[in-house]
């Protein structure tokens, strides 16, 4: 008798969660009270009471540091870098179309003005290395020239003029590039020095040139500059940049330092307030139910898997001992 009536009782229960769960305005109702009860609840209970940062510190790292980077993931984001970088849309998008012009005046004066960039094109152009690439270029450059003079096919008295010229400074060579490498020193040294003097407003003003002379060029016309191939080789270079850093000490430092400081702020916060801190409203809530729930569970059902996903919940209690001591007590 007990068994039948758990089996009448499962039966009514999963008809009647079907018919709320699949009715969209009593859905909505149980969406919108399931909310407002949980944010209610949510509103005694802190950050910490619930959970430990030992505990976000573990999940952080099964995630961000344990958790496989091989077979589809890195294909996967590879495919899909190749199928932005193909998308038509590309080649009807102007630059201006993504950025405006005010929009990045300001971004660039923004950055120009950041003391780190001050700094750092300081550094660079104090060290030795940049005066030494200067250097190199000019030197590279003779050689080339000299190198052009011997090859060339010029006709006329202008091709017999470089020809005889790089004969005559090939055995002088080593002397000419000493000579020329003294001068581009020193006078890459003053360059420099006298660029220094205002690196940031250089900077701004470069970008804002090349701004002018691109800004209405499409997306896809950076594909002379940037290839395919480009892509994939970022892609697979910032993957193994990543696999090698997410398991330094150095990273598991900052992302523990991260999550302390998380519950050193949040805390002793609700947890009402502190979705609200996250951009998080109670109208998100149910606006993001409603979009996900009522298609999913009405494909579930409609696939004939609803009923036993329902019935997993119920059929434990309706044969547990506490169900058939409240039935034998009546």
């Known amino acids: ?24 305005e009593h859905f909505e109702a149980f969406i919108v009270d399931e909310v407002d009860e949980a ?23 099964k995630f961000a540091v344990n958790m496989p980077l091989e077979g589809s993931i890195p294909e996967l984001v590879g ?14 998008v102007r630059l201006t179309d993504v950025l405006d012009t005010k929009t990045f005046d300001e971004l660039t004066q923004a950055i120009g003005d950041m003391d780190v960039v001050r700094r750092v094109v300081r550094e660079v152009i104090d060290s030795p290395v940049t005066v030494d690439v200067c250097v190199e270029v000019i030197t590279h450059a003779v050689d080339s020239a000299v190198e052009h003079g011997r090859s060339s096919s010029d006709p006329g008295m202008r091709g017999m003029l ?19 490498g003294k001068l581009t020193r020193t006078g890459a040294a003053f360059v420099l020095r006298s660029a ?14 090349l701004w002018r002379n691109r ?37 598991r430092t900052l992302l523990g330092e991260g999550v302390d400081h998380f519950f050193d702020k949040y805390g002793d916060t609700s947890l009402v307030d502190l979705i609200s801190d996250l951009g998080i409203e109670r ?30 919940q119920f059929v434990p209690f309706y044969h547990s001992p506490e169900f058939r001591e409240v039935i034998e007590s009546l």
């Open 283 to 312: 109208d998100d809530l149910v606006e993001e139910g409603m979009r996900f729930g009522l298609p999913i569970i009405a494909h579930l059902d409609e696939r004939g898997l609803l009923d036993g996903i329902l019935r997993r």
């Open 79 to 92: 495919e899909i870098a190749g199928r932005l970088y193909r998308h038509s849309i590309n080649d009807d």
């Open 162 to 180: 470089a020809g005889v010229l790089a004969r005559l400074a090939t055995p002088v060579l080593p002397v000419i590039e000493s000579g020329v």
């Open 1 to 24: 008798m007990t068994d039948d009536l758990a089996e009448r009782l499962i039966d009514a229960q999963v008809a009647f969660s079907k018919r709320i769960l699949l009715d969209p």
């Open 196 to 209: 220094g003097e205002e690196p940031d407003t250089a900077l701004v003003g470069s970008a804002h040139e």
């Open 39 to 61: 944010l209610r609840d949510a509103s005694d209970l802190t950050l910490g009471e619930v959970v430990t940062p030992q505990m976000i510190k573990d999940t952080a790292i």
């Open 215 to 251: 800004s209405q060029d499409s997306v896809g016309s950076f594909r002379e500059l940037v290839t395919a191939d480009d892509v994939e080789d970022f892609v697979v270079v910032v993957f193994e940049f990543w696999k090698a850093f997410r398991d330094t000490d150095y990273f």
